[in-house]
């Protein structure tokens, strides 16, 4: 996979080790490792799996060596995804030769795919658990503790982990995601998500609004609602007719409401469920960041048609129109798929046409990965030559690079609202934070005395490109 600098899936954070910053209460002394790959909501997970174990007792090292528990949390998205699962269980072996008693489960979507052939592929996997099996965590150890092989991968049309209140990853103890949904009931026929991670189900908005409260409370800043299309939250609290459901436009106004100090960002959006109520909230609120993810998929509308994205190229592009006629400041970003089953020249041709009209800030690219199970692996013939998908997506990210290089020069003069997240990691003495539209803004502290969470005006002076550069605004 070839991305620019990213935001659902975070190369950088690919395998990254779950830390805690927490002291336990309860140490029964036994130490586990969670490593995590794929998207934020994966990693949202790990936060919810650290949180159940944490309560039992189990503490977190970064160490492999010191763990008696190893847990990856895996991704089944692409294929790539899998096969660095599957060398990184490879790196186990010798560990689990030495010490017999070490633990190794597979979290996520990999385990709900393979369920128990990963048992059967991986033989030094003793626990397998689904993303809707997490609570049942501690029988499933003791069970591996006692010599069996232990899988949950039960999906649920109700599980959302409401009252779980997760352990922050706290990277910067500024920005933070709150999981709003689960499951998608979207069947993109490319995609493996409806498979792994099952039915669509909305969490109880109550929770939500805690959620953000809390961290606001503790110094949190901003929070990013994620679901896998967000735009179709409907929550309905139970007993409630259904006239009653609280829909994500409403959601949105909720948690803005929390504190016109919190920043509201959100991810990710499908065009087909945006509404112009979701719109005009964010117009309302200054406190909801300027920012739309809004995955187009394909230009073609022939292709759009065999992904059953349910929307044409013109239905995409007049939404595009739509959120710049509403918010004439807002960023869009994209995910883009090139060499989709039967996908011609002429359909490329036409991807980037829809690039260049929408002008994304920026995009995840991707070539298309078959996946097993998925509508599109049964239906069509993954006919387009791996070079062939190569040469498409390298087009794709010359073309969002410079549309990002022109975009981000264009920031130069405009004064905007920065929140800081950290220093620099360049430079002690500058500040790094973003805007509203998710930019990036690097500027030198100066004699200000400002901390990380702070909200500064700051005047854009240049641009690296994919990093904006400015000085702050007395
Ligand atoms: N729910 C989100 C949406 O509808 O946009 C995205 C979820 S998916 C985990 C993230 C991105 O991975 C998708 O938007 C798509 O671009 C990409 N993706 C999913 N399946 C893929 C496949 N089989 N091959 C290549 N890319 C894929
Ligand atoms: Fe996959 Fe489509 Fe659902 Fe996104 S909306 S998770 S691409 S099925």
Redesign the pocket.
């Known amino acids: 996979m070839l991305d620019l600098p990213v935001k ?2 975070d190369e950088s954070r690919q395998g990254e080790a779950y830390q805690s910053t927490k002291r336990q209460r309860s140490d029964t002394g036994r130490r586990f490792y969670l490593e995590s790959y794929g ?1 934020q909501m994966n990693f949202n997970d790990s936060e919810i799996v650290a949180s159940i174990l944490e309560k039992e007792g189990f503490s977190a090292t970064q160490q492999t060596e010191d763990a008696d528990l190893i847990f990856l949390n895996t991704c089944a ?2 294929e790539k995804a899998e096969q660095t699962v599957r060398k990184r269980l490879q790196s186990f072996k010798k560990m689990k030769q030495r010490r017999p008693n070490l633990l190794v489960g597979v979290l996520g979507c990999m385990a709900e795919r393979l369920k128990t052939k990963l048992l059967e592929q991986e033989k030094l996997v003793d626990i397998v658990v689904g993303p809707d099996a997490y609570r049942s965590l501690p029988g499933l150890i003791a069970d591996a503790e006692g010599g069996q092989k232990a899988v949950n991968v039960l999906l649920s049309r109700e599980e959302t982990y409401s009252d779980i209140s997760p352990v922050r990853l706290d990277t910067d103890g500024v920005s933070a995601f709150i999981s709003i949904m689960r499951g ?1 009931n ?1 069947m ?1 026929t ?4 409806p498979f792994t991670r099952g039915r669509e189900r909305s969490r109880d908005a109550a929770s939500i609004v805690a959620e953000a409260q809390d961290l606001f409370d503790n110094g949190y800043r901003e929070v990013t609602l994620l679901g ?2 967000v735009d179709s939250y409907h929550y309905l609290e139970p007993g409630k007719p259904d006239g009653e459901a609280i829909t994500f436009a409403q959601l949105l106004a909720m948690v803005a409401q929390v504190s016109p100090l919190l920043r509201v960002r959100f991810s ?1 959006s ?1 065009p087909k469920d945006i509404t112009d109520e979701v719109l005009y909230t964010m117009k309302k609120y200054p406190n909801i960041c300027k920012h739309i993810h809004l ?1 187009v ?1 394909s230009g073609s509308t022939r292709i759009l048609q065999l992904m059953n994205r349910t929307y044409t190229r013109h239905w995409y592009l007049k939404k595009v129109d739509r959120i710049r006629e509403i918010l004439p400041e807002c960023a869009i970003t994209c ?3 090139t060499g989709f089953c039967t996908e011609t020249e002429e359909d490329h041709q036409e991807t980037l046409e829809v690039m260049r009209y929408s002008r994304y800030d920026l995009s ?1 690219m ?6 097993p199970g ?1 509508l599109a692996q049964r239906r069509y013939k993954d006919d387009v030559p791996l070079e062939v998908k190569k040469r498409r997506l390298q087009e794709v990210i010359d073309l969002q690079r410079q549309m990002t290089v022109e975009i981000y020069e264009e920031e130069i003069g405009h004064t905007y609202e920065v929140l800081i997240q950290n220093e620099s990691k360049r430079n002690k003495d500058e500040w790094s934070g973003r805007n509203t539209r998710n930019q990036v803004v690097v500027f030198p502290k100066g004699e200000h005395t400002l901390k990380k969470a702070d909200y500064v005006q700051v005047k854009i002076t240049g641009s690296t490109g994919a990093t904006l550069l400015g000085e702050i605004v007395a």
């Open positions: 659902t899936i998207c998205v692409r998608c979207n993109c490319f995609c493996v998500v896998q299309n990710t499908h995955p998929q995910d883009i798929i995840y991707f070539f298309y990965s078959e996946r998925t």
